[in-house]
């Protein structure tokens, strides 16, 4: 076809006329400042738990505890003369949870790699050049996201026993403004589990019949609601992605010192 006086007014490298570069870029800033302060918080090893502070001998028989360092372990290991962050232990799951996710997927090949950068802006298909599914390696580890899901299963359970612990004092149970921040990262974190493509195809997968016996008639209600959450799941994937670190950062404020975890009520035990 031949080149129109229009064509060659389009920026080279793509034949797209509108912001396309804003969304990619908004993914390397909210994403790339994420995994920044998701490494320093890591490494830091601190501030992670009311255990052992005021709050904690202050009444709380439940501690309060940051998503990044649940559940917690006790440990005392050294490395090269460093202690070894028990959140080192922790990050994988998620991470690589988050990292093979279909949604994330798309997200930081375009984002980061450009590989394409968006819809109609050249750029091959892999980031290791020719398209060849993930059949074969480097690509085949993303196959580790349906095990990586059984992980974050677990992890959702988890997270809610934090939310319960928090609820404890002394003398009664309450709420807390932390445990509210607990509940909403678990709850958000929970709609992007359940949506995700692993578990739909997990409950609803390889049945031919949805209406033939009541194990399959529950499977496809579930596999309904999965899919409910399933059609947000970018929304979800970033809702939690804020609420875990938001959750981190109240818990660290809270057991800095920084602020006092409000209380809302408390039933004291008769
Ligand atoms: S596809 Fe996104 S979490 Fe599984």
Known sequence: ??????DSAIPAGSIREDAWWVQPLLTVLV???????????TFENAHF????????????VGDLLSPFY?????????????????ALLIL???????????????AYYRSFFGKP???GVPGSRNLFGQYTGEKYWPMAFQN??????????IFIFILAFDVYKSTHFVDGWGISVGTIVLLLNVVFLAAYTFG????????????????????????????KKATVLNENHQLWAWTSLFGVALADMYIRLVTSGAIADHVFFKVVNG
């Open 31 to 41: 994403l790339g400042g994420f995994i920044v302060y998701a490494t320093w918080r």
């Open 117 to 119: 950068a968006a819809c």
């Open 144 to 153: 580790l996201h349906r095990f990586a899901f059984y992980a974050a299963f």
């Open 196 to 223: 995700c493509h692993s578990w739909r195809h997990l409950i609803g997968g390889r049945i031919d019949c949805f209406s033939c016996s009541v194990m399959n008639k529950t499977r496809y209600g579930l596999w």
């Open 1 to 6: 076809m031949a080149t129109t006086a229009r």
């Open 70 to 86: 649940s559940p917690h372990i006790a440990i005392d290991w050294k490395l090269l003369g460093y202690h070894v962050s028990p």
């Open 92 to 106: 994988p799951f998620p991470l690589s949870f988050r990292l093979t996710c279909y949604y994330y997927r798309k």
């Open 49 to 60: 738990t009311t255990l052992g502070t005021d709050l904690f001998s202050a009444g709380r």
